[in-house]
């Protein structure tokens, strides 16, 4: 989630947190395979899934999962990249992501190159009487968790078209190619978020299954392990300095469990001194996690600390579906930014 989205965390505490296009030369009507899972009612909507530069945590995810194959592959050369891509669009025929007694969410395009980003098309159908607002809970592409910051209101009896992109800013640097698209739908009463209607894990593949493939980042010459355990390994891979937002130290959180994971940080010190940094992120089961651990100017300023020398804190690691559960993970870390 961006800085301008963030919401300070204390250390008292670790809860903190578009144009259909032309049919592509090659590519069946067909050419995405969806696996449904099957719906699951819980307790509160989740939209955002970081805090800090990251988001803030307001929800639980439990589900279940049944598998419905509908694939067909398109065409590639022999180093697997997509004939003709650089053509405007993915065309699909319409294809259910989700359909109950109260909604039916339908894929009806995936727009590739969508200045934007890329850009998954859909029509909402409100089969009740009430308004419905329908947001992705988190998303996992290719094995990294990005956040399409997406949900749409649609009035009761009504059927409404939207987008959700990916927004290249958020996924550029990291050479994905969204051949396999993990997305936790959920809806919610626009009137009522804390009574959850429906939760929904559903998986694309817009290339077919056997051209999905996994991210996996270059290990840096000056990246330094923070944390390594069971269920997570956090890697600091550099820091970034800002007129406007002041100081991020920059990490690398690999989900190693089968757990969704709420990662925290309490205790907090720089150069020393007690300095509570925006941060807090959600880590979805067996993914990886680009996260940000932000300090303001104004913070710096207070503190009189001009240059970061050293950084403290206490990371704290439980289980995102279970706010009452013991930690799964505890570490003391140190990042020295400038050694």
């Known amino acids: 989630m961006s800085k301008r989205a963030a919401k300070k965390t204390s250390t008292a505490s670790t809860a903190a947190s578009r144009s259909r296009g032309k049919k592509k030369k090659g590519i069946d009507s067909t050419a995405v395979l969806i696996v449904v899972a099957a719906a699951l009612v819980v307790v509160i909507a989740v ?124 996924y550029a640097a990291y050479g994905i190619g969204f051949t396999d698209i993990q997305l936790i739908l959920s809806v919610v009463e626009s009137s009522d978020t804390a009574s959850q209607i429906l939760q929904q894990a559903v998986r694309i593949y817009p290339y077919g299954q056997g051209a999905a493939k996994l991210y996996t980042r270059t290990t840096g010459k000056t990246d330094v392990v923070l944390a390594d355990n069971d269920a997570y390994r956090m890697t600091f891979i550099g820091f970034e300095k800002d007129d406007v937002w002041g100081y991020t130290a920059k990490v690398y959180i690999e989900n190693k469990s089968t757990t969704n994971l709420w990662i925290a940080a309490s205790d907090v010190t720089v150069n020393g001194k007690e300095l509570d940094p925006y941060f807090g992120i959600a880590a979805p089961a067996s993914s990886a996690t680009y996260a940000s651990i932000c300090w303001t100017n104004e913070q710096l300023s207070e503190a009189s600390i001009e240059e970061i020398t050293e950084i403290a804190m206490h990371m704290r690691a439980t289980n995102y579906d279970d706010w009452e559960a013991a930690a799964i993970a505890e570490d003391d870390i140190t990042i020295r930014p400038e050694s």
């Open 47 to 170: 939209i955002a899934i970081g805090v800090g530069c990251n988001g803030k945590k307001e929800g639980t995810a439990n589900t279940t999962k049944s598998s419905d194959d509908l694939n067909v592959e398109v065409e590639t050369n022999e180093e697997g990249e997509t004939v003709d891509s650089a053509n405007t669009a993915v065309e699909v025929a319409r294809q259910d992501l989700v359909n109950t007694d109260q909604i039916q969410i339908e894929i009806t395009g995936i727009d590739a190159n969508n200045t934007a980003g890329f850009t998954i098309n859909l029509d909402i159908k409100n089969k009740s009487d009430v308004a419905y607002v329908v947001a992705a809970k988190y998303a996992i592409v290719e094995g990294l968790n990005i956040d399409p910051k997406w949900s749409s209101e649609v009035a009761g009896g009504q059927t409404k078209e939207s987008s959700i992109t990916f927004y290249k800013s958020d």
